[in-house]
């Protein structure tokens, strides 16, 4: 599984602080509880596009030796199975939603990219909004606003964005422009999750 590794500083920053496996070494098993030493088990490798980058980051992973199982610590600034970064999605959907710019003036925010994965974002943030709403009130009060759309926005930009994804991620395994198919409801395989449950 993947817990998110708290990280405030640039991409080249947190690639120089990798290096060291007893940096940010979880405490315990987040999948057992286990309080049992975990071993550094290698990296697996992502790519990332933020303002000032465009390439491949790693990830470190740990292996578990109580359970067997591997928890792996995604950067803060990056989002599952999305390329670019939050800073990056969070200034498109704030020009394009809550400022209310066009499509192409929202996505030259960014760093050159097809308009479509604009418009993906957004679709994906449109259905995900209620959850948000829902989700962020236990950091934020609800503002008024016309819609969920609105809404989120209004409470992601009062809580920080990277903020309420360490809560949205951490707290409830909650995405922030929601799960991918077949990753619902918490990110993990239905599979996975069935064969670890109790019997
Ligand atoms: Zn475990």
Known sequence: MQILHPFAGSVQQYAEQLTDP???????????????????????????????????????????QACHRTVSLLPDFALPYLRSSLAVIALFLITRLLA????????????????????????????????LCAALAALTNPAPAPDFVQRAL??????????AHRFLFGAVRCHLLGWPRGLAPDGRRAAFSSAAAPA
């Open 100 to 131: 209310a710019q066009t499509l192409q003036s929202a996505a030259s925010t960014a760093p050159p990219m097809p308009y479509q994965r604009g418009q993906f974002w957004i679709r994906r943030f449109r259905a995900q909004s209620a959850t």
């Open 154 to 163: 209004a409470m992601l930009e009062s809580t920080g964005w990277i903020a």
């Open 22 to 64: 007893d940096c940010r070494r979880p405490g315990h098993c987040p999948q057992c509880q286990a309080k049992r030493p975990l071993t550094a088990h290698g990296f697996y490798t992502r790519t990332l596009i933020d303002a000032a980058f465009d390439g491949i980051i790693r990830v470190r992973r740990y292996l578990y």
